[in-house]
C-alpha cells in the first residue's frame, strides 16, 4: 500500500471513468483505430472459424435447453475448440448472444472483444484513453489471433486491468480478480498478490467469490473431482503442442511427469522469492502485480499464443513509455507466433505494417513520442558497445540473405535481424535528434 501516491491514488467513480473515455479521446487516433479494425477485420478476422465462440455459444444453448454443456469425462472429445471445458459460470457472458443468429452473434461478440482491449488500455494507463496504443495492441500477432478464435483472453485482458486500476477498492478490485480466475483458473495465483500487498479483506472477498464462481460447474460434471480430471486430460492433451513451460520441460527431459513436477517445483521457488523479496526490499505493488501476472502465464499446462494477449497488463503496468514499449512488443509478437493461416512470406509483411502504424502514430503524437525516446536512449548505448554494431550488422546482413534465396525458409532469424537493424537505426536517430535539440 505504500505505493498509493506513486500509482496514481484512487481512481476516481467508475462513472467519471467512463465519461473519460469519451470526453478525452484522441478524434484522430480514433479513426485510425477503426481504419486498423476494418482492415484487419478483412484481412484476418473473418479467414478461419471462430473455434472457441462456436464452442461457447452451443455450450451456452445446451445450457439454456436444460443439459449439461461437458463432455462425459473420460471421452476423447475433452479438446479445447471441441469441447466446453470452462467453468460454467463462464457461460454468463455468453448467453445474452444465443438469443441472435449465430452469425450476427459472432460479429458482435467479435466487436464487443475489440471494445474490451480499448477499455482495457485506458484502464491501464495513467494518463487519458490513448487509441494509438489500442492499435498496437490490435496489430499485435497475439490479438490477431485472439481477435480469429474469439477466444476469452480480452475478457481476462479487461478484468485483470479493471482490478489493478482499482485495486484499492476492495469491492470492485477483488471482485474483477475473481471474475478472471473464474474464467481461466491459472490465474489463481494473482490471489497471492493481495497477500503480499497486504490487502486481506480484499484477498477473502475474492476467495469467497472465486468459490462461488466455480462451485456450480460440480453439479454440471457429477462433481468437482470429475471436473478436475476433465483439466487433466486437456492438458496432457495439449500442453504438448502448446507454448507452456511444460512442454518446454517435456522436450528437454521427455517425461511429462517430471516435467509437471519441476514446473509446480519452479512455482514454489518463485512464490517464495516473493516473499523474500516482498520482506526484503518491499518493491511497489506494481512490480509484484505485474511479475505475477506474468508467472501465472508461464506456469500455466495450457499455453496458446493468445493466451500473450494478457501480457499486455504487465507491459503497460511497468512501461514508462508505453507507446515506444508497445510498438516494440507488438513487432516481438510476430517473431514468437504467427497469426492463424499465415504463411512465413507473410511475416515481413506484418512487421511492416507494425512499424508503419508505429511511426505514423508517434508522429501524430510527438509529445508522447518524447516520452518513448528513453527506450531509444538505452537502445542507443547498447549499440555503442565495441563490436556490438558490426555483429547486428553481419546478422542481419546473412539473415536478409537467407530471406531472400530461401524463401524465408527460416523466417524467425531472418526476421529478428531485419528488427534489430531496426532498432540500430533508430538509436542513430535518436542521437541526431538529441542533437539537433
Known sequence: MGDRLEEGGDAGTFSDFILSLVSKSSFLEGSIFAMAVMVLWWMFYTKIPAVEFRTFYTAANTLLSGKSPYPTPGTGVVRGGHAFVYPITTLAYFIPFTTLPYNVALDLFRVAEIGLILVSVKLLLKNEANFAVGVLILVSSFAITALQVLSVEPILLFFIALSWRYRNSVFIGSISLALAIGVKLFLLPLLLWYLLSKRYRAFSISVFAVIILIAPTGFFVSSLTAYYHILRRLSGYESASGLSLVSLLDILVHSETVAFWLTASLALVFTLSLVYVKKKIDPPDRYLFAAIVLWSLIESPIVWSHYFLISVAVVLILSQSPLGTMSLYAIGSWVLAQPDQITPSFIPWGVAMVMALAA????????????????????????????????????????????????????????????????????????RYEAAR
Open 360 to 431: 505514423l502514430l508517434m508522429y501524430l503524437d510527438r509529445g508522447r513520442f518524447r516520452e518513448s525516446l528513453e527506450l531509444a536512449r538505452t537502445l542507443r548505448r547498447v549499440a555503442k558497445r565495441p563490436g556490438v554494431s558490426s555483429v547486428f550488422f553481419v546478422v542481419a546482413i546473412v539473415g536478409l540473405a537467407i530471406g531472400v534465396f530461401d524463401s524465408f525458409a527460416i523466417p524467425s532469424f531472418a526476421f529478428v535481424s531485419i528488427m534489430i537493424s531496426a532498432l540500430i537505426a533508430i538509436g542513430f536517430y535518436v542521437k
